[in-house]
Protein backbone atom coordinates (compact mmCIF):
# COMPACT_ATOMS: atom_id res chain seq x y z
CA UNK A 1 0.00 0.00 0.00
CA UNK A 2 2.99 2.71 0.73
CA UNK A 3 4.52 2.00 -2.53
CA UNK A 4 1.91 2.44 -4.29
CA UNK A 5 0.98 5.40 -2.32
CA UNK A 6 4.45 6.33 -3.05
CA UNK A 7 4.59 6.07 -6.67
CA UNK A 8 1.44 7.95 -7.33
CA UNK A 9 2.60 11.02 -5.55
CA UNK A 10 5.77 10.73 -7.59
CA UNK A 11 3.55 10.31 -10.57
CA UNK A 12 1.48 13.17 -9.82
CA UNK A 13 4.46 15.43 -9.05
CA UNK A 14 5.99 14.65 -12.27
CA UNK A 15 2.79 15.07 -14.67
CA UNK A 16 3.65 18.86 -15.27
CA UNK A 17 7.07 17.78 -16.51
CA UNK A 18 6.14 15.55 -19.05
CA UNK A 19 4.37 18.48 -21.23
CA UNK A 20 6.34 20.80 -22.38
CA UNK A 21 6.65 24.66 -23.61
CA UNK A 22 8.81 26.18 -26.34
CA UNK A 23 10.43 29.39 -27.03
CA UNK A 24 10.50 30.90 -30.60
CA UNK A 25 13.57 33.81 -30.86
CA UNK A 26 12.27 36.40 -34.23
CA UNK A 27 15.15 37.21 -36.29
CA UNK A 28 14.75 40.11 -39.10
CA UNK A 29 16.47 38.07 -41.24
CA UNK A 30 14.27 35.30 -41.29
CA UNK A 31 11.14 37.24 -41.45
CA UNK A 32 8.94 38.66 -44.66
CA UNK A 33 6.05 40.94 -43.03
CA UNK A 34 4.05 41.62 -46.22
CA UNK A 35 0.83 43.93 -46.63
CA UNK A 36 -1.62 44.35 -49.34
CA UNK A 37 -4.43 47.03 -50.14
CA UNK A 38 -6.85 46.62 -52.77
CA UNK A 39 -8.44 49.57 -54.97
CA UNK A 40 -11.16 49.14 -57.80
CA UNK A 41 -8.10 49.37 -61.03
CA UNK A 42 -5.29 47.61 -59.17
CA UNK A 43 -3.03 45.84 -56.15
CA UNK A 44 -0.89 47.76 -54.11
CA UNK A 45 1.71 45.22 -52.03
CA UNK A 46 4.53 46.34 -49.68
CA UNK A 47 6.71 45.32 -46.33
CA UNK A 48 7.51 45.94 -43.34
CA UNK A 49 10.51 44.76 -41.45
CA UNK A 50 10.72 43.19 -38.52
CA UNK A 51 12.92 44.49 -35.32
CA UNK A 52 12.33 41.95 -32.78
CA UNK A 53 10.48 38.67 -31.50
CA UNK A 54 9.85 36.02 -28.98
CA UNK A 55 6.68 34.18 -28.87
CA UNK A 56 6.45 31.41 -25.88
CA UNK A 57 3.57 28.62 -26.34
CA UNK A 58 2.84 25.48 -24.45
CA UNK A 59 1.11 23.55 -26.46
CA UNK A 60 -0.84 21.63 -23.71
CA UNK A 61 -1.88 24.35 -22.69
CA UNK A 62 -2.40 26.50 -25.24
CA UNK A 63 -1.66 29.70 -24.19
CA UNK A 64 1.20 31.70 -25.48
CA UNK A 65 3.03 35.11 -25.02
CA UNK A 66 5.97 37.35 -25.77
CA UNK A 67 5.85 39.97 -27.97
CA UNK A 68 6.67 40.72 -32.01
CA UNK A 69 7.62 44.13 -33.04
CA UNK A 70 7.26 45.77 -36.82
CA UNK A 71 9.15 48.82 -37.65
CA UNK A 72 6.12 50.78 -39.18
CA UNK A 73 8.82 53.27 -40.50
CA UNK A 74 10.15 50.87 -42.88
CA UNK A 75 6.85 50.18 -44.87
CA UNK A 76 7.52 50.25 -48.24
CA UNK A 77 5.53 50.00 -51.27
CA UNK A 78 7.45 50.57 -53.88
CA UNK A 79 6.60 54.22 -55.05
CA UNK A 80 8.39 57.38 -53.44
CA UNK A 81 5.26 59.78 -53.05
CA UNK A 82 2.80 56.74 -52.15
CA UNK A 83 4.88 55.84 -49.39
CA UNK A 84 5.52 59.47 -48.15
CA UNK A 85 1.59 59.77 -47.87
CA UNK A 86 1.27 56.58 -46.31
CA UNK A 87 3.81 57.27 -43.62
CA UNK A 88 2.62 60.90 -43.27
CA UNK A 89 -0.89 60.98 -43.15
CA UNK A 90 -2.07 57.13 -42.79
CA UNK A 91 0.44 55.89 -40.52
CA UNK A 92 1.76 58.48 -38.70
CA UNK A 93 4.78 56.82 -38.31
CA UNK A 94 6.87 59.28 -37.04
CA UNK A 95 4.44 59.70 -34.01
CA UNK A 96 4.01 55.91 -33.94
CA UNK A 97 7.29 54.16 -35.22
CA UNK A 98 6.63 50.53 -33.94
CA UNK A 99 3.52 48.02 -34.28
CA UNK A 100 3.50 45.49 -31.91
CA UNK A 101 1.31 42.19 -31.13
CA UNK A 102 1.48 40.27 -28.41
CA UNK A 103 -0.02 36.68 -27.77
CA UNK A 104 -2.25 35.01 -25.24
CA UNK A 105 -3.44 31.59 -26.47
CA UNK A 106 -4.40 29.57 -29.31
CA UNK A 107 -6.99 27.24 -30.98
CA UNK A 108 -6.12 23.99 -32.53
CA UNK A 109 -3.69 21.01 -31.85
CA UNK A 110 -0.22 22.32 -32.02
CA UNK A 111 2.40 18.85 -31.54
CA UNK A 112 6.41 19.66 -31.76
CA UNK A 113 7.09 17.58 -34.29
CA UNK A 114 4.01 18.12 -36.43
CA UNK A 115 1.96 20.31 -38.87
CA UNK A 116 -1.06 22.29 -37.77
CA UNK A 117 -3.51 25.26 -38.59
CA UNK A 118 -4.46 27.36 -35.24
CA UNK A 119 -5.54 30.63 -34.77
CA UNK A 120 -3.78 32.81 -32.45
CA UNK A 121 -5.05 35.31 -30.35
CA UNK A 122 -3.82 38.35 -28.71
CA UNK A 123 -3.34 42.09 -29.00
CA UNK A 124 -2.22 43.91 -32.16
CA UNK A 125 -1.00 47.81 -31.10
CA UNK A 126 -0.80 50.14 -33.85
CA UNK A 127 -1.19 54.05 -34.40
CA UNK A 128 -1.27 54.44 -30.18
CA UNK A 129 -4.39 51.76 -29.94
CA UNK A 130 -4.41 48.32 -28.77
CA UNK A 131 -7.39 45.88 -30.74
CA UNK A 132 -7.93 42.33 -30.06
CA UNK A 133 -7.13 40.16 -32.92
CA UNK A 134 -7.43 36.55 -34.34
CA UNK A 135 -4.65 35.22 -36.84
CA UNK A 136 -4.70 32.61 -38.51
CA UNK A 137 -1.44 30.26 -38.51
CA UNK A 138 -0.10 27.48 -40.63
CA UNK A 139 3.00 25.66 -38.42
CA UNK A 140 5.04 23.29 -39.77
CA UNK A 141 7.80 22.69 -36.39
CA UNK A 142 10.41 19.74 -36.26
CA UNK A 143 12.02 18.90 -32.78
CA UNK A 144 14.04 22.05 -33.19
CA UNK A 145 13.00 24.93 -35.32
CA UNK A 146 9.60 25.96 -36.79
CA UNK A 147 8.26 27.51 -39.92
CA UNK A 148 5.03 29.96 -39.31
CA UNK A 149 2.68 31.70 -42.29
CA UNK A 150 0.62 33.91 -40.53
CA UNK A 151 -2.30 36.04 -41.63
CA UNK A 152 -4.59 38.49 -40.79
CA UNK A 153 -6.72 41.44 -42.12
CA UNK A 154 -6.02 45.00 -40.91
CA UNK A 155 -9.16 46.84 -40.91
CA UNK A 156 -7.11 50.42 -40.63
CA UNK A 157 -9.94 53.01 -40.85
CA UNK A 158 -12.27 51.10 -38.20
CA UNK A 159 -8.88 51.21 -36.03
CA UNK A 160 -8.68 55.32 -36.36
CA UNK A 161 -6.19 55.46 -39.14
CA UNK A 162 -7.08 57.64 -42.40
CA UNK A 163 -8.78 56.62 -45.72
CA UNK A 164 -6.06 57.17 -48.33
CA UNK A 165 -9.21 57.38 -50.58
CA UNK A 166 -10.24 60.86 -52.56
CA UNK A 167 -12.79 61.13 -55.02
CA UNK A 168 -10.57 59.51 -58.00
CA UNK A 169 -9.52 56.84 -56.11
CA UNK A 170 -10.93 54.42 -53.73
CA UNK A 171 -9.06 52.45 -51.39
CA UNK A 172 -10.34 49.08 -49.31
CA UNK A 173 -10.39 49.73 -45.94
CA UNK A 174 -8.76 46.54 -45.04
CA UNK A 175 -5.07 45.41 -45.42
CA UNK A 176 -4.63 42.06 -45.59
CA UNK A 177 -1.28 41.06 -43.65
CA UNK A 178 0.91 37.94 -44.37
CA UNK A 179 4.06 37.25 -41.68
CA UNK A 180 6.54 34.35 -42.59
CA UNK A 181 8.96 33.61 -40.29
CA UNK A 182 11.09 30.31 -39.31
CA UNK A 183 13.20 30.03 -36.20
CA UNK A 184 15.24 27.61 -33.83
CA UNK A 185 13.27 26.43 -31.02
CA UNK A 186 13.99 25.95 -27.53
CA UNK A 187 12.20 23.35 -25.20
CA UNK A 188 11.46 24.71 -21.69
Partial sequence: MRITTA??????????????????????????VQWTLTDPLHTVNGTFKLKRGTIDFDPETNKASGQVVVDVA??????????????????????????????ASFEGKLAVPGTANIKVHGTFTIHGAAH??????????????IQTKITFDLPYVA???????????????????????SGAIQKH
Avoid at 19 to 32: F, Q, R, V
Avoid at 132 to 145: G, I, L, P, S, Y
Fill in 7 to 32: LLALATLTLPALGASYSLDLKPEATK
Fill in 74 to 103: SGNSGSEARDHRMHANVLESAKYPEATFTP
Fill in 132 to 145: EVTMDAQVTAAADK
Fill in 159 to 181: WGMKDPSNFLLKVGKTVQMSIET
